[in-house]
């Protein structure tokens, strides 16, 4: 049976159809915003009364027989997002550890936090995805899973900037701060406001989870290190040793389906596998699948190895056919945190129908794991011996490895274009979700591809996997790694003397050094790319346009003006409408600034005129606040309908910059308290958002909005605020208007 929020959301969605509106159109219609309007058709929120009766208004329809409908879905409230687990499976055959995992559990109740140390293979992975499978229902918010890469062979411990992004992506924050500490704080204010229990594996020491860690709040960390850190204060350890030998028995019998008996042979084969559990495990496979043995002869098998890992592997290996050894060995070149059949595919360049028998074959060796169907991981010991025999036996390691960043750059580039974007004039035939949610699940594989292009001197991948990731990047501000990878694929493309994709790549480069706030090296990176002969007229216009949005930052309003009417005049002559738009919209902001008013509304009505969609928001927005002191009524209708358009598209950043500019022209028409308020929310926008210039920006006219208003106190702060960030970004400019409003303030004061 339907609960009551899906039958009122089925009411909400007939009177949609009725209206014949589009969501947008309704919205405008009924005065709701087209985010919350989306919210209750599709039942993420549950409308005000006045909201239902706005909508069966605007078909005609009487809202009352909908009342008592309504009354139960509030008091039942909206669908619960469902409960996000990345936690691997948890083992079917957990063994022993019982008051290892009561200690366990037992803290993460009572003070949030425990620390599981021991030697590798001793399973402290184990352990923690068994307590925090255990523990799931106590964290209705999820639980969360992240490898630090403290001792993964061929992979740098994650550094805690990039663990924090991927851990805040991990909760549907995309658009990141920059700086480690405030992303820190952003994740600490995220899970005191959640029940989250998150698994941070394999730690490389105290200085690389700390950033990490949840502050006041329900939720909870497991970490698991090779390490004991004992210099993580608040977080109590938990020592795992190896298996004494009752438990490794237990473990051991379980794993070769045999209840084992006292016979010095299975004494043997405990001491060659030294209570590990990795090594038990695989020792019982080898033994369950050769049923003519006895653990007489798999103990003499294994004394023939003198290192008792290599015993363990060996052993494991030897029940392989060539072709499953072979497949194996490569597996330690491949890049990555895990895989799927495509890919292991390509690195033995087989069908991937006959290489997942093959995997399969190798998990039911304990040689790989699969933690979620079809997808595929090593163990970090095991990738190292299998690392080390491909060094000895596979002369064509880098072949194989060179197929992979082939295969991955090549679905990159496949799902990128199907994603809408400016760079494109339409998108293929595709499903862009799916596209995305393939970037999302192989990203930290396609940054391990691009390392291992660069280490591998594979120019051509190098240079074009950044470009598939365009799109990604964007819709994902913040990520840590773009910038290294356009430095890197500038360079590559120059080597190759792909002087057209080095100018787009450098130019690329430029514009997100200059979203993270690095106007200078913006700039520079922007002077490269206009080395002369390297850029067409395509990409010279897009470079005028960038440099003149870094020179705007800057406060060279003059220069910046220029730049702009050089993008007008190449994209004029390209007949790109879209490029057009923008630069008539930016030149009018610029032109305004400089106290050209009449011109300003002149350029942005030609703007409006040229664009179409969401493109139109800049000009609406610059002709909205050159109105401001002209027309009161068109300047907030022209600023509604942009943020209407940037609502109904979501994005985000357009949002905040709507609110900023409709509390920038209610402060010139005198409105100051619904100025204020629309300042407050271009905030509350912009703090997930990587958009340094825009805080700048909004912290400084919401300073002037307050100071007014009479407010003097709330401006001085907020100028504290503007110099803090001005001076941290270097940015003279921003800090001096901020310094002079202060002591202008302080003056009056």
């Given at each position: ?720 605020r503007t110099i803090e960030a001005a001076r941290r970004l270097d940015r003279p400019h921003d800090e001096k208007l901020a310094r002079e409003a202060r002591e202008s303030l302080t003056a009056e004061g």
């Amino acid at each position: 049976m339907s609960s009551p929020n899906e039958r009122l959301v089925a009411q909400l969605v007939r009177i949609k159809e009725l209206s014949g509106l589009s969501l947008r159109a309704l919205a405008r219609q009924t005065g709701l915003s087209s985010s919350s309007l989306s919210r209750y058709l599709t039942g993420r929120l549950v409308p005000t009364w006045e909201a239902v009766t706005a909508l069966c208004k605007a078909v005609g329809r009487d809202p009352r027989p909908l009342r008592p409908l309504w009354a139960e879905a509030s008091k039942a409230g909206a669908a619960p997002a469902p409960r996000r687990n990345d936690l691997p499976a948890d083992l079917v055959d957990f063994t022993g550890r019982e008051a290892e995992a009561e200690q366990v559990e037992e803290l993460l109740r009572t003070t949030g936090a425990v620390a599981v140390d021991g030697m590798a293979g001793v399973g402290k992975t184990s352990l923690a995805v068994h307590a925090a499978h255990r523990l799931a229902p106590a964290y209705p918010d999820g639980g969360l899973y992240l490898d630090l890469h403290g001792f993964t062979p061929g992979h740098e411990p994650l550094e805690p900037l990039a663990a924090l992004g991927r851990l805040l992506n991990a909760l549907e924050i995309t658009h990141l701060p920059a700086a480690v500490d405030e992303r820190a704080a952003l994740w600490r204010s995220e899970l005191s406001r959640r029940r989250v229990l998150v698994v941070l594996d394999n730690a490389v020491d105290a200085g690389q989870v700390r950033p990490l860690l949840p502050g006041a709040g329900k939720s909870a960390v497991v970490i698991t290190s090779r390490a004991r850190l004992v210099d993580l204060d608040g977080v109590p350890p938990v020592s795992l040793e190896p298996f004494a030998d009752g438990d490794a028995a237990s473990l051991f019998g379980r794993a070769a389906g045999l209840a084992l008996g006292g016979e010095e042979a299975v004494g043997q084969v405990l001491r060659q596998c030294g209570g590990l559990p990795l090594a038990l495990r695989m020792a019982g496979a080898r033994l369950r699948h050769r049923p003519g043995w006895t653990v007489a002869v798999l103990a003499e098998r294994l004394r023939d190895n003198t290192s008792r890992f290599d015993s363990a592997f060996g052993m494991s290996l030897q029940q392989l056919d060539s072709v499953q050894r072979r497949v194996f060995r490569l597996l330690g070149v491949l890049p990555g945190a895990d895989f799927d059949t495509e890919v292991a595919g390509a690195l033995a360049d087989m069908p991937a129908g006959r290489v997942a028998g093959i995997l399969e074959e190798l998990a039911d060796a304990h040689l790989v794991e699969e933690p979620s169907p079809g997808r595929y991981r090593l163990h970090d010991l095991i990738r190292r011996y299998a690392a080390d025999l491909a060094a000895e036996e596979e002369p064509q390691a880098n072949t194989a490895l060179r197929r992979v960043l082939d295969h991955y750059l090549a679905r990159a580039v496949a799902h990128d274009r199907t994603l809408p974007s400016p760079h494109r004039r339409e998108p293929e035939p595709g499903d862009p979700a799916a596209a995305m949610a393939w970037f999302d699940l192989e990203y930290v594989n396609l940054i391990a591809s691009f390392d291992a292009a660069v280490r591998l001197g594979a120019d051509e991948v190098a240079a074009e996997l950044p470009d598939a990731l365009r799109v990604w990047f964007f819709r994902h501000r913040g990520t840590d790694d773009q910038v290294r990878l356009l430095e890197a694929a500038a360079g590559a493309a120059g080597r190759l003397g792909r002087h057209r994709q080095r100018t787009a790549l450098l130019a690329d480069l430029g514009y997100a050094l200059a979203a993270a706030g690095r106007l200078t090296e913006a700039i520079a990176a922007y002077e490269l790319a206009e080395e002369p002969g390297a850029a067409d007229d395509e990409l010279a216009a897009g470079l005028a346009l960038r440099m003149g949005f870094a020179r705007r930052d800057l406060g060279e309003f003059e220069a910046a003006q220029a730049h702009f009417r050089q993008a007008r005049e190449l994209f004029g002559k390209l007949g790109n409408m879209g490029g057009l738009s923008q630069a008539l919209a930016f030149d009018g902001w610029v032109t305004l600034h400089l106290g050209g008013r009449a011109e300003a509304v002149a350029l942005a009505r030609e703007s409006v005129a040229t664009a179409a969609g969401p493109a139109r928001i800049t000009g609406l927005v610059t002709l909205g606040l050159a109105l401001a002191t002209q027309d009161a009524e068109e300047s907030l209708r022209t600023l509604r309908e942009a943020l209407g358009l940037a609502e109904e598209n979501r994005l985000a950043h357009n949002q905040a910059w709507c609110h900023n500019y409709l509390g920038v022209a209610l402060r010139e028409m005198g409105s100051f308290e619904e100025a204020l308020e629309h300042h407050r929310r271009a905030l509350e926008l912009l703090e997930p958002l990587a958009e340094a210039q825009l805080e700048i920006n909004f912290l400084h006219t919401y300073a002037e909005t307050c100071r007014v208003a009479g407010r003097s106190g709330e401006a001085i702060a907020l100028l504290d605020r503007t110099i803090e960030a001005a001076r941290r970004l270097d940015r003279p400019h921003d800090e001096k208007l901020a310094r002079e409003a202060r002591e202008s303030l302080t003056a009056e004061g």
